[in-house]
């Protein structure tokens, strides 16, 4: 069993930076691809960025190529989302879930378990 919990959002203005740091308890990143989705109010659960925990190799949506880093802290088995750039079309909900190991990045359907979640303002 793992536990997620979120931290990080707030409400920042267009042009700033946020940082959101996913804890894990229980059972370790070890095994597992990490990943963040968002959702915003009246649209459905999108993929963000994904990493994969053994080999550090990450993944993107392309809407945040450039501007987004999945980053991962061994010691604390922690992942952090740095969010650059940030545009309004990124205010959302932010959630942080763990799969196994081979889990397609994007399908959130194949993901074991899921963080509550963190909001994200960007206001223009």
């Known amino acids: 069993q793992v536990q997620l919990v979120e931290s990080g959002g707030g409400l920042v203005q267009a042009g700033g930076s946020l940082r959101l740091s996913c804890a894990a308890s229980g059972r370790t990143f070890g095994t597992y691809t990490e990943g963040w989705f968002r959702q915003a109010p009246g649209k459905e659960r999108e993929f963000v960025a994904a990493?994969?925990?053994?080999?550090?190799?990450?993944y993107y949506t392309d809407s945040v190529k450039g501007r987004f880093t999945i980053s991962r802290d061994d010691a604390k088995n922690t992942v952090h989302l740095q969010m650059n750039s940030l545009k309004p079309e990124d205010t959302a909900v932010y959630s942080c879930?763990?799969?196994?190991?081979?889990?397609?990045?994007?399908?959130?359907?194949?993901?074991?378990?899921w963080g509550q979640g963190t909001q994200v303002t960007v206001s223009s």
């Open positions: 879930a763990a799969g196994p190991r081979g889990v397609v990045p994007h399908r959130d359907k194949e993901y074991f378990y």
């Open positions: 990493i994969r925990w053994t080999t550090g190799t990450t």
